[in-house]
């Protein structure tokens, strides 16, 4: 609360209710006042102003509501703008990938034909396993072989592994080993990786933990973590000479492809 007369600075008054009373003479006529011109900005918004009619006092009392709306708008103001602003600077909703379109079965057989080793292996995948193709274990051994004699290293792999299981061809351990074999000579990590596992575990071909070393060896060089445990586990088996004589190995074999 202020309390002023009309050519004097405001100053401070203390009472509990100055609309009731005058706090300088204990008038009882108390009326509201005019807010002045020259007034700050405070005074005409956040006070209520009163004048006593006996001694001319005049009392100026903060609106507490108008503080509160005030206060309480700009926070309010303040918190619109700022979830405008974080709405403006998230990235625009991408938009829904394509449906990719069926490939062209008839064109890549077409390549294929004309010795295209890319639309051979492509083949061989989508008779293999492939949403927009029906499954045909026939087609894709002979596609995968057409790109394994073109020397491709995933067609090699693929026949391989149907050689392996009998699917679209009968089975062939000797064969598969032969076309797996190819396969990972050209670098192809699955291969090396089938391989180990084949000359570890493989039920009808005699076990050699020297070969399964070697083509663990090799595709655990290229990332695959799980040749790299099953390289250690096989290595407890084998003698220090032994594992320095096929990690050379190894190192030929990679630096032919």
């Not at 401070?12 to 706090?23: F, I, L, M, Q, V």
């Not at 293999?128 to 045909?136: E, K, M, R």
């Not at 090396?192 to 575990?201: A, K």
């Amino acid at each position: 609360m202020k309390i002023s007369f009309d050519d004097t600075k405001d100053t401070p008054a203390a009472t509990p209710d100055p609309t009731s009373a005058c706090p300088v003479c204990g008038g009882k006529k108390i009326r509201r006042s005019r807010t002045k011109p020259n007034e700050t900005f405070i005074n005409r918004v956040f006070y209520r102003h009163y004048r006593c009619r006996n001694c001319r006092a005049r009392i100026s009392l903060m609106d507490s509501v108008r503080v509160f709306w005030s206060v309480g708008g700009t926070v309010l103001l303040a918190g619109f703008a700022g979830v405008v602003f974080w709405l403006s600077q998230m990235p625009p909703p991408s938009a829904a990938p394509a449906q990719q379109e069926p490939p062209n079965v008839q064109q890549l057989e077409q390549q294929a034909l004309n010795g295209d080793i890319g639309a051979e292996l492509q083949l061989g995948l989508l008779y293999h396993n492939s949403q927009h193709t029906p499954n045909n274990a026939r087609k894709a051994a002979k596609w995968f072989k057409k790109a394994a004699e073109h020397g491709s290293a995933e067609g090699a792999y693929g026949y391989g592994m149907a050689l392996l299981a009998g699917q679209g061809v009968l089975v062939s351990y000797g064969e598969a080993l032969r076309w797996l074999e190819k396969s990972a000579r050209l670098g192809y990590s699955r291969a090396q990786f089938e391989l180990g596992n084949i000359y570890r575990f493989k039920a009808g071909i005699e076990p050699d933990l020297k070969q399964a070393y070697l083509w663990y060896s090799l595709a655990a060089a290229a990332g695959m973590a799980d040749a790299a445990i099953a390289r250690d586990a096989v290595a407890a088996y084998l003698t220090p000479q032994e594992i320095l004589d096929l990690q050379n190995k190894a190192k030929e074999i990679s630096i032919q492809h």
